[in-house]
């Protein structure tokens, strides 16, 4: 049984940064995508950053590109989002999710597995 756990969010102000994390367990890390979405209240769940199992191709949103970077770490079953210059619209639940596959994807269907979330609130 594969487990995603966020950790990292939190409240802040507008221009700070801060650092997800998601600690998967139960499954064979190096083989899984992974990939970061987002859900305001009120909004379908929303594609935010992805990284492909090999950590060579990389994908984001244009709204986080030059302000967020995804990485992982493949010895501690990791996978980061660094969030920088963060803004009011990017308050949302942060969800961690993997999917057994090489390629890009950024339908949240389309993703296996899926972490219970962690909120980022960034006020003015």
């Known amino acids: 049984q594969v487990q995603l756990v966020e950790s990292g969010g939190g409240l802040v102000q507008a221009g700070a940064s801060l650092r997800l994390s998601c600690a998967v367990s139960?499954?064979?890390?190096?083989?899984?995508?992974m990939g970061w979405f987002r859900q305001a209240p009120g909004t379908e769940r929303q594609f935010v950053a992805q990284?492909?199992?090999?950590?060579?191709?990389?994908d984001y949103t244009d709204s986080v590109k030059g302000r967020f970077t995804i990485s992982r770490d493949d010895a501690k079953s990791t996978v980061y989002l660094q969030m920088n210059s963060l803004k009011p619209e990017d308050t949302a639940v942060y969800y961690c999710a993997a999917r057994p596959s090489s390629g890009s994807a950024r339908i949240a269907k389309w993703w296996n597995y899926w972490g219970q979330g962690t909120q980022v609130t960034v006020s003015s």
């Open positions: 139960g499954g064979t890390f190096r083989t899984y995508s």
């Open positions: 990284i492909t199992w090999s950590g060579g191709t990389t």
